[in-house]
């Protein structure tokens, strides 16, 4: 199984972006966080930043819309040549059209879930999507505490894939750090997102290397191959 480690820029320094991209050259996914102040109580930036962000970034964008409507919004982030554009379930009008033109589009389609929305009515749909995101905080700040209560959850999607055969990412999103990512491994995460524990050190590569370290170290031994985004 390969895992992937997706920094969050979200606690990047924002004067530097570029910089602070050339700084995490070492990760799978840029994740970028998109907040509208209305899905979620905060702010971040929109397309026209994410359109810049594609052209400098040296490794491929995550987008994570934390926004309303995103049957309206997000077609826009895979034209911008965004990877995998993932929107939350519980703000999308039909999740399943909007994957497909995501797909159709070229990127990679994902449904995020908050800690109280359940899995369930979604597993039928998941040849669907590309990515489960199973948020390990409520949306909105970086900096917060994992919530071990989502597990239970993201092991039933991990069943719920394997039984199906099918290739879906599942990612977490929230308080991982090198102390946490194990738990989410061990429940089924092949996915990472960390903002605080990658930019909160002086040098983020080394916090990448540390969380690839501790993913390998803590979970089921047939997590071993890192780095790569296919297999
Ligand atoms: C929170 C965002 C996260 C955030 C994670 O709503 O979706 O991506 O950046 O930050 P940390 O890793 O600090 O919890
Ligand atoms: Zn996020």
Known sequence: MTTRINPSILAADFANLERELGRISSADLVHVDIMDNH???NLTFGL????RLQQVSPVPLDVHL????PDRWAPGYAEAG????????EAAADPVALARRLR???ARAGIALKPGTEVEPYLELLPEFDQVLVMTVEPGFGGQSFMPETMPKLR?????VRRAGLDVWLQVDGGITADTIGIAAAAGADTFVAG???FGG???AERIAALREAVASHSHPVVGRTGSLDG
């Open 48 to 51: 026209p930043m994410v359109e």
């Open 156 to 160: 039933r999607t991990a069943d719920a």
């Open 104 to 106: 159709e589009i070229g």
């Open 66 to 69: 934390m926004i309303d409507d």
């Open 196 to 198: 605080s524990a990658v």
């Open 202 to 204: 002086e040098v983020p």
């Open 39 to 41: 899905f979620v109580p």
């Open 82 to 89: 965004a990877y995998s554009v993932t929107f939350h379930v």
